[in-house]
């Protein structure tokens, strides 16, 4: 976006001279995010596991004209998402848009559910998620009382599951604390002037859920909704953009749901 003095949309929405931290950032929704961030005028950092992965989204974000580059990290490690947090402060010069995306997933019966694959689908989903955000906020956004946090929560974090084959009591427990980590932050932390929103994504194509929405899947979980069918690559962008920009200024404590109306009516 450019020429927002001139224009009162592009002001309410145009993100020109800000900077934003996107974990999970390397792929899926969590670059579709660092596009419109990025489209948007945001100086990016994507940070993930695989340094291949970052290359190569950093590469497609600079095609685009986007100024992004890239941490190698592990959310689930608390050291780790520390020197992501200074090494970011440090590359942007501050953080005005956190972008919580990072996550795992793991099935199994909740009979069966292995302990070391709770722990790892919690530590990586909601510690490591507060850990950051406590970094952000303490070292950054209190200090310069401004700031803006959205984190990544799920459908299954607002409703139980689906019957079915699709057995994730771990992952769905984790987005339920991270809708409820998100309400907490923003009641705490707007005093402050900083913002604490939720997107809670329904079921689009991605590495996560490419065996769940095979053989059928896909239209056993979305096929009664009122829009059917699956999210796309851009579906993520409109909502994002809103909780990041001035546009939602007054809008805390919030998750919205981008699922084609699944969690309305099942």
């Not at 956004?141 to 771990?170: C, D, F």
């Amino acid at each position: 976006m450019n020429r927002e003095s001139d224009n009162p949309i592009l002001r309410l929405f145009g993100l020109q001279g800000r900077t934003a931290l996107i974990t999970g950032g390397s792929r899926g929704l969590g670059l579709q995010m660092a596009e419109v961030l990025g489209d948007a005028g945001a100086r990016l950092v994507l940070s993930a596991r695989k340094e291949d992965e970052l290359e190569h989204a950093v590469s497609h974000l600079a095609a685009r004209g986007i100024d992004a580059s890239w941490i190698k990290a592990d959310v689930a490690d608390e050291a780790d998402t520390l020197r992501l947090a200074q090494e970011s402060r440090q590359r942007l010069g501050q953080i005005d848009i956190l972008v919580n995306n990072a996550g795992a997933s793991w099935g199994a019966p909740a009979e069966e559910h292995p302990l070391e694959a709770w722990d790892k689908v919690m530590n990586l989903n909601v510690r490591g998620m507060f850990v950051l955000c406590q970094a952000i906020a303490r070292d950054d956004m209190i200090p310069r009382r401004k700031g803006n946090i959205i984190n990544i929560a799920s459908i299954y974090g607002l409703r139980a599951g689906v019957p079915g084959p699709l057995k994730t009591v771990a992952y769905n427990t984790s987005k339920g604390a991270v809708v409820n980590l998100t309400r907490s932050l923003a009641s705490e932390w707007g005093a402050y002037g900083i913002r604490v929103n939720s997107i809670a994504p329904g079921f689009f194509p991605s590495k996560m859920t490419k065996g769940t929405l095979a053989d059928g899947g896909q239209e056993r979980l979305t096929g009664n909704a009122p829009l059917p069918g699956l999210g796309d690559e851009e579906d993520l962008k409109g909502v994002t953009l809103l909780l990041a920009s001035d546009a939602s200024k007054h809008i805390t404590g919030q998750i919205i749901a981008v699922d084609g109306g699944v969690s309305a009516v099942l």
